[in-house]
């Protein structure tokens, strides 16, 4: 798919901003702080009506305005697509897909489909925990809208069962009610963990095949999926179910200890080796920026093989962190089938080929001039 339109009011410091697509390949230059990651920031939550940066809709609308309006006109292999989206300061988001408001935002989300590549990607092997979980959510979430639901239902149980671990609850009642706590969280952990071993799984074939094209066949990358509760992938779900709510029950008095759940989607993980050994703790600085880059390949081609077109790339200041080569594999594999958007400070830290048929933006404090 290729975005050929975007256009934005009162969105970060955009008052209003509107540009045209030509080819594959754009890239906005521009100085710190002028406006060039808000602008990949508006194209990712097209596709996913969420910021990669931050959870508070409100920063998205420019200080003073009341709401703001992004539009993308997309250009899919079924034909064009115009999408709508409104936030206001009043925390209501309107969403139109060809003008057509969507009640649910479950079924305007995967309209767009974006893989965004930031520097904190980077940190993906040996970053905190959670930086891999978004990971999870956000990939899996955009190929299958049903998987953020049970996340958004899942952090509720979890809100409510933590404030009940830190009453320490007493009294027949309370257990009673414990024990629903724990019936959704288990039904609802059981969901997303599922989902989540399914797309690692498939995310494994691609990013093995291409992180062994990547270092000339020495090296075999392997994703492990490690969940807090550790189970049987092929055991019955009913089986699955008694077992995590015998893990909950043991658990309790060491819940009740820290005031929190100890066990669920919220503490997964993944682990990456290379040739068997740990990346995570054996890696050299060059092998975990490989394993990062393989992984976001990877899931060009998830997207492409689950939605059967190939996603928007948003490359937000990444090029000038990888060398030449990394670079290169970054770019060529896909020549023109991915359409790219690429924001620098400066271009010359860009060494690619593929540049001299670049559109090139200028980004300065919120207007944009195309060179
Ligand atoms: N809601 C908002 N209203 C107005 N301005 C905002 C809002 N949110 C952020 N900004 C401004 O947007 C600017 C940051 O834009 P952005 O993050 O896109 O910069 P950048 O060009 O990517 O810079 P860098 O090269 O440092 O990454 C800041 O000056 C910030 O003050
Ligand atoms: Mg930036």
Known sequence: MYLKKLALRDYRNYESVEFATEGAVNIFVGPNAQGKTNLLEAIFVL?????????????????????????????????????????TNQGKKLARINGLEQKKLSSFIGALNVVMFAPEDLSIVKGAPGIRRRFLDMEIGQVQPSYLYDVTQYQKVLVQRNNMLKQSFKGASNEALMEVWNEQLVRLSIKIMKKRQNFINKLQIWAESIHRGITNGLETLVIEYKPSFTYDDSVEESVLFEQFMIKLSQAKDQELRRSTTLYGPHRDDLAFFINGKDVQTFGSQGQQRTTALSLKLAEIE????????????????????LDTYRQTQLLETFQTKVQTFITTTGVESLQMN??????????????????
Do not use: M
């Not at 948003?314 to 962190?321: H, K, R």
């Not at 593929?354 to 060179?371: C, D, K, T, W, Y």
């Open 354 to 371: 593929r540049l001299e048929n670049a559109s090139i933006f200028h980004v300065r404090n919120g207007q944009l001039v195309l060179s």
């Open 47 to 87: 596709a996913l009506t969420k910021s990669h940066r931050t959870h508070q809709d409100k920063e998205l609308i420019r200080w003073g305005a009341d709401r703001t309006l992004l539009r993308g006109e997309l250009d899919k292999k079924y034909g064009p697509c115009t999408l709508d989206l409104t936030f």
């Open 302 to 321: 998830f997207i492409q093989e689950e939605v059967g077109e190939y996603p928007i790339l948003l490359l937000d200041d990444v090029l000038s962190e």
